[in-house]
């Protein structure tokens, strides 16, 4: 009995809450389909100098607006260029404009959380007004007016995006500190001598991670369309240089003559927005107790 029981508690220790997670995450096919195509256009986009077949910005107008055929899987430019290696190369800069933009919200927004949710008073005060200062723009408009301050540039599209996605982080943050931070656990803490710094990186910042990683998933597919978009209207990356955005508006010129300049960006855009969309569904299904899935 005492072995059976002992072998049993072996196997509950054995799954911990990381691998009983990934089970369930891994128990849905749409979410395996989600990162399997995430997954296959970061690893071709990490690895671009071996995956295209081309130089993306390599001349030949001897293929001047071809159809896709097997020389060039997708077709080339009005330069023909190869639009599979640009492709596949502008995964690159759009991708990464997605990951540095979220990167810079969830900074921030989770240290101004932090900070007004715990510390309050005027300082919650001066914060939620400058949130709701920012949450006054629209996404695109106040994006478009940190480019025009800044410059445009792929830097100042990647900080624009950023700073539009701020509010976002801070209010879920300042929301999840205000729940937690009157509970009995944390009283105990203070009441044992911990100091400010001390509760906030141990007792509160852990219960935060959760719900941050679930909007920085979703967050991650809007800032590589606002991204796209800023591209789009000259505002992101400079030709020659290949992006999902600046292609489509490239391709936009060519749509009744060669439309496989727009068909091709506008699928990987589409692709990894719904693949980090269903992913944070998922994760939101998985980390909140309340909408938590058998």
Not at 150 to 164: D, E, F, K, N, R
Not at 190 to 219: E, K
């Amino acid at each position: 009995m005492s072995q059976a029981l002992e072998i049993e508690s072996r196997g509950v220790r054995g799954r911990g809450p990381g691998r009983e997670a990934l089970s369930r995450f891994l128990r849905t096919p749409s979410s395996v389909v989600a990162l399997a195509v995430l997954g296959l256009l970061v690893g071709v986009a990490v690895a671009a100098p071996l995956a295209s077949p081309y130089d993306p910005l390599e001349q030949n107008m001897a293929d001047f607006l071809a159809a896709p055929g097997r020389a060039h899987w997708f077709g080339t430019d009005q330069f023909g260029r190869d639009i599979l290696s640009r492709v596949i190369w502008g995964g690159r800069l759009t991708l990464q404009v997605g990951a540095i933009a979220v990167g810079i919200s969830g900074a921030v927004g989770v240290t101004l959380g932090l900070a007004a949710g715990f510390y309050g008073r005027w300082l919650d005060f001066v914060v939620m007004r400058l949130v709701d200062l920012l949450l006054a723009f629209p996404t695109i408009l106040l994006a478009l007016g940190v480019v025009a301050i800044l410059g445009g540039s792929l830097p100042t599209v990647m900080i624009a995006v950023g700073v539009a996605g701020i509010p976002q982080f801070t209010r879920l943050v300042r929301a999840t500190v205000l729940a937690i931070r009157s509970l009995p656990y944390i009283e105990a803490a203070r009441a044992v001598g911990c100091r400010d710094r001390a509760v906030v990186w141990r007792h509160i910042l852990p219960n935060v991670v959760a719900p941050a990683l679930v909007l920085a998933t979703t967050s991650g597919a809007g800032a590589i369309i606002t991204g796209a978009a800023l591209s789009f209207l000259g505002l992101g990356a400079r030709p020659p240089a290949p992006e999902w955005g600046a292609m489509l508006s490239t391709g936009r010129e060519f749509l009744r003559h060669a439309p496989w300049m727009s068909i091709f960006p506008g699928l990987a855009i589409m692709s990894a927005v719904v693949a980090i969309n269903v992913i944070g569904d998922r994760l939101r299904d998985l980390l909140d107790p309340r909408l938590r899935m058998d």
